[in-house]
């Protein structure tokens, strides 16, 4: 008995003992219940420890850069008179690039659909914003047909090619009402970067098989018919033009030409198009000044660059050229006419297995003056004529002489250095009987034969001028002073 009341006991204070444990716990609980911080709800939907910017972006993204996508963003809408695309919904920010992709114009970028209108109706609201930018982007391809994109336009333009364009396939698909002389225009505009990593891709091919093209004729012989074909890319009238990045093919004619422009930069172009394609000149300039063309390839079917009539103040800098026919100032004289050209630098530069070196052309019974030219720091290797003046430059055996010519003087090659083909002389100064070249001056040139024998005899004609050092291989013909035809003429060279 006594035994039962003890282990009632030990029950009794287990069980007082378990009641004061919970009513502890318990107490400790609602304490911390209503002691704890209150959590701040959100409607923000969740995202990774890593958070995103905040959105608009505190700083503005790169023009061409996607918009931040928002999950309640609607569906894209599919009408045909699109917004600008705009990095930037902050209407408090500044300086905002507003981005007209082509696609939103209902350009369909399959290589096939004519997407000229889409292109006209991107320009025309481009044009209308200040720093917009046209875009043409990677991964689509994009025909269109010869169109004139006209200025003036609002100021830091860029026409942003990362895609493909191109023109209808050859000529028999060129619209007949359509200019067969030109494809891409930009006229009159001020301050605009053509730019970009696309191609641009002329698809010449058909046109340099026209036979009236000289090497299809018959024996190579330029046969009648049309022959028209157009330039790839041409500015006219415009100023203030970055052309930059760019890769540019097969265009039927010249890739590229400018017509009385200013302030011309060109950066990293690379331009190509098969050896014997015809007139595909690189670059052309005329009546163009303060143009600089710089860290560019050219390889063609003519020359790399050519300079024509009206042209000073060009500076061309650390260009490979060739194949093709080097780097020209001219033809120059053509149809009796008068060509001026002045203050030209050609330097740091390379030309490979080209026909020319550097030439200045110009055709007889011409008039005006070539004058303040300097070929600087060249590197020829296995180069036909690397240095070569024609005053009696012509396209067929029927050229008749004249009494008048372009007046070609203040000459400076320095430095040029390399091989040359040994069929020609390697240096050629070949002036009018009436206007000869003075002021030629020669200093540290080094050419010599990729195969064969030295040529000993370069050639002169009509030529004045000297040698600051010995060249190889030696010329002896040029003559010393100024000739008294010249002295006595004032207004030979006349170009005022």
Not at 38 to 67: D, G, M, Q, R
Not at 369 to 386: K, Q, Y
Request: charged share 15%; aromatic share 8%; hydrophobic share 35%.
């Amino acid at each position: 008995m006594e035994l039962l009341k003890m282990e009632h006991s030990r029950v009794s204070i287990f069980i007082f003992c378990m009641s004061l444990v919970c009513f502890f716990l318990s107490t400790q609980a609602r304490w911390h219940h209503h002691h704890k911080k209150p959590k701040h709800h959100t409607h923000h939907h969740n995202i990774s420890e890593i958070s995103a910017p905040p959105f608009p972006a505190p700083e503005h993204s790169s023009p061409l850069a996607p918009e931040p996508s928002s999950p309640l963003s609607p569906e894209p809408s599919s009408s045909f008179a699109p917004e600008p695309s705009t990095p930037s919904d902050n209407e408090n920010a500044n300086n905002s690039t507003e981005v007209f992709d082509v696609r939103k114009f209902g350009a369909i970028g399959d290589g096939v659909t004519d997407d000229t209108e889409a292109f006209k109706m991107a320009w025309d609201s481009a044009c209308q914003v200040n720093s917009a930018v046209l875009h043409v982007p990677y991964g689509f391809s994009f025909m269109i047909q010869s169109t004139i994109f006209t200025g003036p336009c609002q100021g830091g333009l860029v026409f942003q090619v990362d895609g493909t364009l191109m023109p209808p396939d050859g000529p028999d698909v060129w619209p007949k009402n359509n200019s067969k002389r030109q494809w891409l225009v930009f006229y009159r505009i001020n301050g605009m970067s053509l730019q970009g990593g696309g191609v641009i891709d002329g698809r010449g091919q058909k046109w340099w098989d026209l036979p009236c093209k000289p090497h299809k004729g018959i024996n190579r012989k330029i046969l009648s018919g049309p022959c028209d074909s157009p330039i790839a890319i041409r500015f006219f009238m415009s100023s203030n033009l970055t052309v930059q990045g760019l890769k540019v093919k097969d265009s039927p004619q010249f890739h590229f030409r400018f017509d009385g422009c200013n302030n011309v930069h060109v950066e990293s172009l690379h331009i190509v198009a098969p050896a014997l394609s015809p007139n595909t000149d690189g670059i052309h300039i005329e009546n163009t000044n303060g143009v600089e063309i710089y860290n560019s390839v050219i390889s063609n079917g003519d020359d790399c660059i050519s300079i024509g009539s009206g042209c000073y103040d060009v500076d061309i800098k650390n260009l490979t050229c060739g194949p093709g026919h080097g780097i020209s100032i001219g033809s120059l004289g053509n149809h009796n006419s008068r060509a001026c050209v002045s203050n030209i630098t050609v330097r740091d530069s390379v030309i490979k297995v080209s026909d020319n070196g550097v030439r200045i052309k110009t055709w007889q019974g011409g008039s005006g003056a070539v004058s303040g030219i300097t070929f600087s720091n060249i590197h020829m290797e296995n180069v036909r004529n690397p240095i070569i003046i024609d005053q009696f430059y012509c396209l067929t055996k029927d050229c008749i002489n004249q009494t008048l010519a372009v007046y070609v003087s203040d000459i400076l090659y320095e430095s040029i250095k390399g091989t040359y083909d040994i069929r020609s002389p390697p240096m050629h100064f070949v002036c009018s009987d009436s206007v000869p070249c003075t002021n030629i001056t020669l200093s540290n040139i080094e050419l010599l034969p990729a195969l064969g024998d030295i040529v000993l005899d370069p050639i002169c004609w009509n030529a004045y001028g000297d040698s600051e050092t010995l060249t190889i291989p030696p010329v002896s013909c040029l003559m010393e002073g100024i000739p008294r035809s010249i002295l006595d003429n004032k207004d030979i060279g006349y170009c005022r």
